[in-house]
């Protein structure tokens, strides 16, 4: 069974993770945000896709959901020494990868190319995809002006009033070669819980991938959890966008292209408004506090929406 | 007595030791090459530049003369994993030194301003100044073609045969801001055992810096020993561009300015020659194999340069 999963960074690597611990790995397929990328010292960032590789990988910090696990901060500790910018801290291990990313970078190789190749070296045997080559940085709209989306997100700890999003360049982008054809030929595709506003809306913003998602049966599983976001700043975007922070209001985001939506325990009252926009529903425990709870809403999202 | 030293990296770097360790602070300021100087991993590195830093700061590695001391190399386990090029080995200390200074170029500080600074913070008391703010990149003309300095100096491990330089952009350049005057107000100006074409050269090579010099004392210490270098490959340049590897040869490149040099005693035999050339000459153990070594050289020159 061919799936494809659209993903941010740690919600998303979670859903990811339990995919990967039911489904041989040739049969998922993993496509991510790069609207959070950015250049930090001189170095090319992608945390999202880091995010997931280094899960995958089994090489992620277990505590955080995000950097290297084993991680050292010898560089970070005479960064300060030197009186840097620490909003942004960077461990020893991790940064070997955006020094050899922005090396390969500065020849010419794609970033979807870099990424096969870092994933081989890394042993992950499904194919990771950046959403696209070029890059797109997301602006967040704010009360206190436009701030890029790491200076919004970490540096200000995403205190500021949001008023929308900015995916600079979207326009003229185009999805990694073969991501279209991907979805359109996969038996499932699963929008992961990960923030519908900068996560996965940048990839699904993308030239085509709206239409191709019609195409083909979509599930998603819901980053709202009774009213609040499990990780960072969705639940806050919602409000302060003017919509309900709940599983309907994700769902009616992507309701052009969602056929099921899993949503949580605690939310079963939005079940029916769900339902009246034409999107079947399961009602289960959404929340993965560990490895083992990823592996079982894994299966039950697939095992589910493959009985539909 | 205010001393500038004009230096390029390990020899050079012992040279200013010895200095400081005589001269009160504020009467040394020492004149770094910069045409080694190259970007890696998007990253700016100086390598001369911060040999002289780490060596006056005393964070040097002293068993290699370059690179820092309490080193560690989780940076370059994770690179080589990822397939990385290791030829230049970044060590995890040294990297946040061309992180930040990299960080502080892309804000707009010049090289003199970010240097500095990080003397301030590795509490240097000396002035240490690049020779010029813009990259004047070395390119050494070989048998196999024309390379830059790094893939010729480390990753060839200069072996290509030399048949010239170039100082990319040397014509468009200027001295660092305060260098002419600083030179043209010092009591002495000492030329350090550093390589005379790749180090010392493209110093003097910089608009005014010569004129300068031959308005002052100027004394040298000759980088090469018994027809050899001391450290890296100033003799074997000597011979493939046609001189003989000796002090002789290295005086006659610097006789339109040099006022004294000392040379070490396995070279009495070149005193005459260089005397000869209208320079004075000091005849004394000049390979320095430890601190006190530098300590003492550094003493006999002043001293022996003050009587003159």
Redesign the interface.
Known sequence: MKVVALAGGVGGAKMVDGLAMILPPEDLSVVVNTGDDFV?????ICPDLDTICYTLAGIANPKTGWGRDEE?W??????E?????MWFKLG??D???H??R??RL?RGDSLSKITR??CR?WDIKQDVFPMCDEPIPTKVLTEEGELSFQEYFVHRQFKPVVKGFRFVGIDQARPSEGIIEMIENSELVIICPSNPWVSIGPIISLAGIRESLRKVPVVGVSPIVGGKAVKGPAAKMFKELGFSPSSVSVAKLYKDFLNGFAIDIVDKEDETSIKNMGIETLVTQTVMRNREDRRILAKEVIDYFVRL
């Open positions: 930090h010292y001189g170095l090319k050292t010898f560089v970070a500790e005479e960064l020494k030197l009186g840097s910018e020893d291990r940064l070997a990868t020094l050899e922005t090396r500065n190749a870092f070296k």
